[in-house]
């Protein structure tokens, strides 16, 4: 699994193209101001160990970065481009679903960009530090 983490003082997104056939109505545009965002690629590898553990995995780091940002708001989204592996759309969408819910019972504010879509994004990410972050998990 492989994750790029932006600070962000503002983002969000708007629903373009479909491209999972199956992919839910993604609905409107959303906006989010003082986030993490998580651009995650759960890949091929993953798959050979279960759901649980990367969900765990993902979800420490992700949670050690919101404190590091003093943030409590995290925003998933699927970037299958940070390798040349990719984990099945079933599993990758396990892994998010099971992230989300354990990072909500820590008091977390999460949401999820549309699976299945691309989107035009808008990132306003400040430049220090610790407000871009890249792990491989």
Same mark, same amino acid.
């Given at each position: 699994?492989?994750?790029?983490?932006?600070?962000? /003082?503002?983002?969000?997104?708007?629903?373009?193209?479909? &491209?999972?056939?199956?992919?839910?109505?993604?609905?409107?545009?959303?906006?989010?101001?003082?986030? !993490?965002?998580?651009?995650? /690629?759960?890949?091929? *590898? @993953?798959? /050979?160990?279960?759901?649980? =553990?990367?969900?765990?995995? !993902?979800? &420490?780091? !992700?949670?050690?970065? *919101?404190?590091? &940002?003093?943030?409590?708001?995290?925003?998933?989204?699927?970037?299958?481009?940070?390798?040349? =592996?990719?984990? =099945?759309?079933?599993?990758?969408?396990?892994?998010? @679903?099971?992230? /989300?819910?354990?990072?909500?019972?820590?008091?977390?504010?999460?949401?999820?960009?549309?699976?299945?879509?691309?989107? @035009?994004?808008?990132?306003?990410?400040?430049?220090? =530090?610790?407000?871009?972050?890249?792990?491989?998990?």
């Amino acid at each position: 699994m492989r994750v790029l983490i932006f600070y962000t /003082q503002s983002f969000s997104y708007t629903p373009q193209v479909k &491209n999972l056939e199956d992919a839910p109505d993604p609905g409107e545009a959303k906006s989010f101001k003082d986030c !993490l965002l998580a651009c995650i /690629q759960i890949e091929e *590898a @993953d798959e /050979q160990k279960d759901v649980k =553990s990367r969900e765990k995995k !993902l979800v &420490n780091h !992700l949670k050690w970065a *919101a404190r590091k &940002n003093n943030t409590k708001r995290i925003v998933l989204h699927s970037f299958a481009h940070l390798g040349e =592996s990719k984990a =099945s759309v079933v599993f990758t969408k396990q892994v998010f @679903d099971a992230a /989300q819910i354990r990072l909500e019972n820590a008091e977390l504010e999460v949401a999820q960009t549309p699976f299945g879509y691309f989107l @035009d994004l808008n990132i306003n990410a400040p430049g220090f =530090s610790l407000a871009r972050i890249w792990a491989e998990l």
